[in-house]
Structures are given as structure tokens and as C-alpha cells.
């Protein structure tokens, strides 16, 4: 079964440091992968997605992330974080039409 | 990017009563729409798909009379959760699918925050 795996409930990083969420992927075939910020009651928005070409996929409000095959990993960056960066972080994979989300993850980010 | 709508973003009602949530794309149509439900604190789970003119498909677990789901236009998808109880209570999102095929984007809606007294 395709699935992913956000192995980090929280993620706490100061204003101006780098950040990375976590994401590993396990599919068969090639993965189509998404990566969606949810502030509180509010739906998902879109941040970006890999479905081929470049590993580094770069997405909304300064956000990217690398795909990495060998390690069946997607994790979502940002070089200098900002306090408005706060919000949950799902990880996705489209799975037979239907995309399947991680457990999310919290960045936190302290001013 | 395309824009879908919900709409009550907020509902209170009472146990043993019915609500209606709509789901509109607003710019494009969409063949395919999708409704999750989220807990707090947890990931979304797929309740439903909807094709526009046809029978959704639940996921395993969801139980399809309680949770109906009518798509009757190419922009409009509705889930009335029928005989509410509180264990219903939570948020529910839908999504819609804009482009066939293997390429296609998903946007999704601010969401519906459900609470049953």
C-alpha cells in the first residue's frame, strides 16, 4: 500500500534559522508527492509537488524540498524560517487517485 | 490557482438532526470531488470520492447512509450528515479535482467545522 510517514509530531526552529520537515514515501511505481500547510481551521494549501524531472522542486512562500530516491525521502526546506511559517505540514502521495497524508507535522517557529 | 468554496464554515446542531455542507469550485469545473474528515491534531482521512452525475465511492468504514454525498453538477458537491451525533462532530474538508487523467491538481476548501450538541 502506498503511504507516508512524517516521523516528527513538532518541529521548533528560531526566526531566520533553516528548517526541515521530515517526509519518507513508500509506494509502488513512481511517486507523485505533495507537501500542503494547514493554518488553524482552515483547509490545505498547496506548497508543491514532485511528480518528475529535478529533485529540488521549489514551491509557495519560499519553501522546497528534495526528492531523493534512494532514501525514499521528500523533505520540505526552507533556508531562513519565519514566525508566520507556523502551521501544520502534511506530507501526500497520490495514490490511485487519491492522495494519502502523513500524520502531520507542527513547525513552531519562535521569534 | 482555482478556488473551492465551502459553505457552512461553521455549524452547530443538535443530536438526531441532519446538516448539509456544500462544496463549490468556483472557476473551474470538476468532474471528481473528494470529502475528508479531520480530527484534531490528526491527518485527514478520505470519507468519500464523488463523480459528478454518479454514486460516490466510500472508503472502507464510512458509513455511506449517514454520511450522503450528492453530486449533481459539474461545480457543486454536497454532504449531508444524516441523524448527527456528537461522535460526528469535526472538520471536514472537500477537494476538487480540476483536469483528467494522469495530470491534475487537487485544490481543497477552507473546510466546515461541525459541532453536534
Known amino acids: 500500500a502506498q503511504s507516508v510517514a512524517q516521523p516528527e509530531d513538532q518541529v521548533n526552529v528560531a526566526e531566520g534559522n533553516p528548517l526541515t520537515v521530515k517526509c519518507t514515501y513508500s509506494?509502488?511505481?513512481?511517486?507523485?508527492l505533495f507537501w500542503y500547510v494547514q493554518y488553524p481551521n482552515r483547509g490545505l494549501q498547496f506548497l508543491l509537488k514532485?511528480?518528475?524531472?529535478?529533485?529540488l522542486v521549489k514551491g509557495s512562500y519560499g519553501f522546497e524540498a528534495e526528492f531523493n530516491k534512494s532514501q525514499t525521502s521528500f523533505h520540505l526546506k526552507k533556508p531562513s524560517a519565519l514566525v508566520s511559517d507556523s502551521a501544520l505540514y502534511f506530507c501526500?502521495?497520490?495514490?490511485?487517485?487519491?492522495?494519502?497524508f502523513g500524520t502531520g507535522t507542527r513547525l513552531l517557529v519562535s521569534p | 490557482g482555482a478556488v473551492v468554496s465551502q459553505h457552512p464554515s461553521r455549524v452547530i446542531c443538535k443530536s438526531g438532526t441532519s446538516v448539509k455542507i456544500e462544496c463549490r469550485s468556483l472557476d473551474f469545473q470538476a468532474t471528481t470531488m473528494f470529502w475528508y474528515r479531520q480530527f484534531p491534531k490528526q491527518s485527514l482521512m478520505l470519507m468519500a470520492t464523488?463523480?459528478?452525475?454518479?454514486?460516490?465511492?466510500?472508503e472502507q468504514g464510512v458509513e455511506k447512509d449517514k454520511f450522503l454525498i450528492n453530486h449533481a453538477s459539474l461545480t457543486l458537491s454536497t454532504l449531508t450528515v444524516t441523524s448527527a451525533h456528537p461522535e460526528d462532530s469535526s472538520f471536514y474538508i472537500c477537494?476538487?479535482?480540476?483536469?483528467?487523467?494522469?495530470?491534475?491538481?487537487?485544490?481543497f476548501g477552507p473546510g466546515t467545522r461541525l459541532t453536534v450538541t
Open positions: 514532485y511528480i518528475t524531472g529535478d529533485n
Open positions: 509506494v509502488s511505481g513512481n511517486p507523485y
Open positions: 501526500a502521495v497520490r495514490a490511485l487517485g487519491k492522495l494519502v
Open positions: 477537494s476538487a479535482r480540476e483536469g483528467q487523467g494522469a495530470v491534475y491538481e487537487q485544490y
Open positions: 464523488s463523480n459528478e452525475g454518479s454514486k460516490a465511492t466510500y
